[in-house]
């Protein structure tokens, strides 16, 4: 059932990319030697940066920005291109937003909108100093919310590189990546308190041939979250928790969502998560399409609720409780997932009633709940495919009767 998705091609067309750029002798545009930038923690590093970067972007041989050791105050940058070559930012400072969310007018601190042929390494830290944010960032409080940046945005970015960088206590979102085209994330740690709301790890939409691999992400909100558009992506080598886990979702809620297909998530671990392997859709909005989903040979532990398809999504309980998701689920497959649960509900399967998920195949199951109750598993609208060793029994579990308040 699950079609051969075509992602090593783009892998390694990226590979070949920066391997042949790295053969021809790259300008160094140093933002403290050149540019006059201060690794004092206080003296603002946008102007430098961006000079650095509008320098690189012009040239017409491969160029990189440096950001040396040290930590550096940056209250905001857009770095757009395109750009006339390859362009990379070795980033090997800790580079600091504004502590006071006040300080922000719209939801940007670091973007990259335009770029192609790109590459960011170095190891160095994008520190959100989310701290006053995570106090004041309340269901209530939506125009606050509407202000909180991300850490680094990808908006518009084709054939890109990212590794070795940390994302640290975002306000909101830690990376956001929107209409990009072959960009794999690699050896990232993200990292913010299991309490900081909507601080997602990595969220992304309307992108294809997305790539996250091997990362550490340790968050308040998903680990990786994944919207309407998004196709071709793999997900591999992933430690998640504290978080929600991996989601695909929520789905559903606007008008004209695109569809989200050919996702393959595998090899990961998934730690003290309020779920693990989720795909989630509101009740009574928009429709919308959902196939070809993967979640194979995944390790769950103590997490709350490990397998997951919610189409009754409806956090805070504001949602119209008594109509159906009009989003169709089909072809969606968990492989090979083992360890335990928090909670009884060990797989839950609230399909919608008029749009009943699709192919939905369960293999090689061992989930244990922690507690004295041996594990279950609830199916509402769907019939699943079952094959190998399965714990919990298949649909063995009570029918919830009213939508949950899942975060």
Avoid at 172 to 201: M, Q
Avoid at 224 to 234: E, H
Avoid at 356 to 383: F, R, W, Y
């Amino acid at each position: 059932m699950a079609p051969h998705l075509n992602i090593v091609p783009s892998m390694f067309v990226l590979l070949l990319l920066f391997i042949s750029a790295s053969k021809v002798q790259s300008d160094a545009f140093d933002v403290v030697a050149k540019f006059g930038a201060k690794a004092d923690g206080k003296t603002d590093l946008s102007k430098p940066f961006l000079d650095a970067w509008k320098e690189a972007c012009a040239s017409v041989t491969p160029s990189t920005v440096v950001i040396p050791k040290g930590t550096y105050l940056l209250s905001k940058v857009n770095l757009e291109g395109p750009c006339k070559a390859p362009i990379e930012i070795n980033v090997q400072g800790t580079i600091q937003a504004p502590a006071d969310p006040s300080a922000f007018k719209d939801p940007n601190w670091v973007r990259f909108y335009s770029v192609e042929n790109f590459k960011m390494f170095g190891g160095g830290i994008f520190d959100g100093q989310g701290s006053i944010a995570y106090e004041k960032n309340t269901c209530e409080n939506r125009e606050f919310r509407s202000k909180l940046p991300v850490n680094i945005r990808f908006d518009f970015v084709t054939n890109a590189l990212i590794q070795d960088i940390t994302s640290k206590d975002s306000k909101l979102f830690h990376i956001n990546v929107f209409a990009c085209k072959n960009i794999t994330l690699e050896r990232l740690k993200i990292e913010a308190p299991d309490e900081s709301p909507n601080t997602d790890g990595i969220h992304m939409g309307k992108s294809e041939g997305v790539n996250i691999i091997a990362s550490d992400i340790k968050t308040g909100d998903d680990c990786i979250s994944i919207g309407d558009g998004t196709k071709n992506m793999v997900i591999k080598e992933i430690t998640c928790g504290p978080g929600h886990g991996i989601s695909i979702g929520s789905l559903g809620k606007f008008q004209n969502e695109e569809p989200v297909e050919g996702i393959k998530i595998s090899n990961c671990t998934i730690t003290n998560t309020s779920n693990g392997a989720r795909i989630k859709t509101w009740p009574g909005e928009h429709g919308g399409a959902v196939s070809e989903i993967h979640f194979e040979d995944i390790t769950m532990n103590n997490v709350s609720s490990p397998i997951l398809i919610d189409q009754q999504y409806c956090p805070w309980n504001k949602c119209k409780k008594n109509e159906e998701s009009k989003v169709k689920l089909s072809n969606i497959s968990f492989k090979n997932i083992r360890g335990t649960s928090a909670l009884p509900e060990a797989i839950k399967f609230i399909c919608s009633e008029s749009s009943p998920c699709q192919n939905v195949e369960l293999a090689d199951i061992d989930i244990k709940h922690n507690g004295a109750e041996p594990a279950t598993s609830q199916c509402l609208n769907v019939k699943p495919i079952t094959s190998g060793k399965l714990n919990p029994i298949p649909c063995s579990g009570p029918i919830p009767k009213t939508p949950g308040a899942t975060a």
